[in-house]
Nanobody, 120 residues
């Protein structure tokens, strides 16, 4: 079994910052891509950013220049540093990871989500 546990969400004023973390644990041989998605009320889940195992990153245009994704392979953890937050960033943020188990099969895993609210 594999678990992804997110932390770091909360309430922040516009222009503020938050750092999300997501730690993977369990039967893990290797973690390939890791990423973040978000879902605002009444909207579909949308992709935010991805980081490859080697460190290459990509992010949605809506967060470019404000959000930074990174990972620590030794800790099986992915981070999302969010700066200059806007009310439209309010959403539940979900961690995602492509994980290879000890049978060398790759599966797609999701965290339980963490709420980020940007409001004055």
């Amino acid at each position: 079994q594999v678990q992804l546990v997110e932390s770091g969400g909360g309430l922040v004023q516009p222009g503020g910052s938050l750092r999300l973390s997501c730690a993977a644990s369990g039967s893990i041989s290797r973690i390939d891509a890791m990423g973040w998605y978000r879902q605002a009320p009444g909207k579909q889940r949308e992709w935010v950013a991805t980081v490859a195992r080697g460190g290459n990153t990509n992010s949605a245009d809506s967060v470019k220049g404000r959000f930074t994704i990174s990972r620590d392979n030794d800790k099986n953890t992915v981070y999302l540093q969010m700066n200059s937050l806007k009310p439209e960033d309010t959403a539940v943020y979900y961690c995602n990871a492509l994980i290879v188990n000890w049978s060398l099969k790759q599966y797609d895993y999701w965290g339980q989500g963490t709420q980020v609210t940007v409001s004055s």
